[in-house]
C-alpha cells in the first residue's frame, strides 16, 4: 500500500508542473491581454506618464523576461502563497480569491454532501426496486435533472419564491448583514438564503448519480458471487451493503475525486443567476477582462483540488477494493 501511495503521489507531482505550464501558455495566448489595453487606455486618455507606467508593469508581471523565466516566477509565487496583483481589481489576487473563498466551499461541499447521499441511497432502492413506481419515478425526475440546466433551474426557483412566496432572492444575505460581523443572527439570515443554491446544485449534481449507482448495481446483482450468497440464505439487507455496495461505490468515489475541483469551478451560472459571492464569477470575469494573474491563479487552484482529489480517489478506491493497489 506505501509504494502504491508513492507512486500515486510521484504521478501528482509531475502532472502537477505539467499542466501549470500548460496553464501559463493558455493565460499568454490572447494578444491583448489587460497590460496591453491598459496602456492602450492610458494612449486614448493622453496621459504622459505611459512610460513610465509600462516599466512599472514590466517589473510587476516580469514582462522584461523570457517566457520560461516568467513561468518560473509565476509557479514559484504560486507556490510560495504568492499569487500576484490583479490589475483589474487593483489589490493582490490571494485577497480576492480568500474573501470569496469560505462562501464557495459553504455551497458547493454541502450540494456535492447531499447530492451523493441522495445519488448512493435513491440509486440502491431504484436498483433493488426495478421496474416498480418509485424506480420509474426517480428515474423520470433523475432525466429531467441531466436536461434542464442549472441557470434554467435558478431562474425557475426564483420566479416561484418571489412571486407565490414573497421571498427575496439573490445573494447570501440581507442587505443589513452583508457586511455586519459574524453572530448568530447573521448565521440564521445565511440559512434562510443558502437552501436555494444548494438545492439547485445538489440536484443536479444528483440526477447523474442516481444512474451511476442504479446501473453499476444492477450489474452486480446479476454476478454469480450474489447468486451464491443468496443460495447460502443470507439476508438480502447483508447481500446489498456488505456485497453490493462495497463494488457499486467505485465509481462515484472516482467522480468525487473529479469533483472536487468544482469547489471553484461547480455552479458558476447558478453564482451569477442569484449573485452568490463565490468564486466562480470571480474567475468568469478574470477571464473577460483577460486579467492572466486573477484568472492563471484560480484555474491552479481547480488544477490543485483536482490532483489531490484524484490522489485521494486512488488511495481510497486501493483501500475499499485491494485488487486495485496490485495493478
Known amino acids: 500500500m506505501l509504494s502504491f501511495i508513492i507512486r500515486r503521489l510521484s504521478y501528482m507531482i509531475v502532472n502537477f508542473f505539467l499542466i501549470s505550464f500548460l496553464c501559463f501558455i493558455i493565460i499568454q495566448l490572447p494578444p491583448n491581454d489587460?497590460?496591453?489595453?491598459?496602456?492602450?487606455?492610458?494612449?486614448?486618455?493622453?496621459?504622459?506618464?505611459?512610460?513610465?507606467?509600462?516599466?512599472?508593469?514590466?517589473?510587476?508581471?516580469?514582462?522584461?523576461?523570457?517566457?520560461?523565466?516568467?513561468y518560473l516566477y509565476w509557479i514559484s509565487g504560486f507556490i510560495r502563497g504568492d499569487f500576484g496583483y490583479s490589475l483589474a481589481?487593483?489589490?493582490?489576487?490571494?485577497?480576492?480569491?480568500?474573501?470569496?473563498?469560505?462562501?464557495?466551499?459553504?455551497?458547493?461541499?454541502?450540494?456535492?454532501?447531499?447530492?451523493?447521499?441522495?445519488?448512493?441511497?435513491?440509486?440502491?432502492?431504484?436498483?433493488?426496486?426495478?421496474?416498480?413506481?418509485?424506480?420509474?419515478?426517480?428515474?423520470f425526475f433523475g432525466m429531467v435533472g441531466l436536461a434542464t440546466p442549472t441557470f434554467l433551474l435558478a431562474?425557475?426557483?426564483?420566479?416561484?419564491?418571489?412571486?407565490?412566496?414573497?421571498?427575496?432572492?439573490?445573494?447570501?444575505?440581507?442587505?443589513?448583514?452583508?457586511?455586519?460581523?459574524?453572530?448568530?443572527a447573521k448565521v440564521v439570515d445565511l440559512l434562510k438564503y443558502l437552501w436555494m443554491?444548494?438545492?439547485?446544485?445538489?440536484?443536479?449534481?444528483a440526477a447523474g448519480l442516481i444512474r451511476i449507482m442504479r446501473t453499476r448495481t444492477l450489474d452486480l446483482l446479476r454476478e454469480q458471487y450474489v447468486l451464491v450468497a443468496r443460495s447460502k440464505g443470507l439476508?438480502?439487507?447483508?447481500?446489498?451493503?456488505?456485497?453490493?455496495?462495497?463494488?457499486?461505490?467505485n465509481p462515484l468515489i472516482s467522480i468525487m475525486g473529479l469533483q472536487l475541483?468544482?469547489?471553484?469551478?461547480?455552479?458558476v451560472m447558478v453564482a451569477i443567476v442569484l449573485n452568490l459571492p463565490t468564486i466562480g464569477p470571480l474567475l468568469l470575469q478574470?477571464?473577460?477582462?483577460?486579467?492572466?494573474?486573477?484568472?492563471?491563479?484560480?484555474?491552479?487552484?481547480?488544477?490543485?483540488?483536482?490532483?489531490?482529489?484524484?490522489?485521494?480517489?486512488d488511495i481510497t478506491l486501493a483501500w475499499i477494493d485491494p485488487r486495485i493497489r496490485y495493478n
Open 261 to 267: 475541483a468544482e469547489v471553484i469551478s461547480g455552479g
Open 197 to 205: 443554491p444548494v438545492l439547485i446544485l445538489s440536484a443536479y449534481y
Open 89 to 139: 481589481y487593483k489589490q493582490n489576487v490571494k485577497t480576492l480569491i480568500f474573501r470569496r473563498l469560505g462562501m464557495t466551499f459553504l455551497v458547493i461541499l454541502s450540494s456535492l454532501f447531499l447530492a451523493y447521499i441522495a445519488g448512493i441511497l435513491i440509486g440502491l432502492y431504484s436498483a433493488t426496486h426495478q421496474y416498480s413506481f418509485g424506480d420509474h419515478i426517480f428515474t
Open 235 to 249: 439476508e438480502e439487507k447483508k447481500i446489498i451493503w456488505k456485497h453490493v455496495f462495497r463494488i457499486a461505490i
Open 34 to 70: 489587460i497590460v496591453t489595453r491598459r496602456i492602450q487606455e492610458l494612449e486614448t486618455l493622453g496621459a504622459t506618464n505611459v512610460e513610465s507606467t509600462l516599466n512599472t508593469l514590466k517589473e510587476i508581471y516580469n514582462l522584461d523576461k523570457s517566457k520560461p523565466i516568467q
Open 155 to 184: 431562474l425557475m426557483l426564483l420566479y416561484i419564491s418571489s412571486r407565490f412566496f414573497g421571498l427575496r432572492v439573490g445573494g447570501l444575505f440581507s442587505p443589513e448583514y452583508v457586511s455586519a460581523p459574524w453572530s448568530i
Open 286 to 313: 478574470s477571464l473577460q477582462t483577460q486579467d492572466m494573474y486573477l484568472g492563471g491563479a484560480i484555474l491552479m487552484i481547480m488544477i490543485v483540488l483536482l490532483l489531490v482529489g484524484n490522489f485521494l480517489a
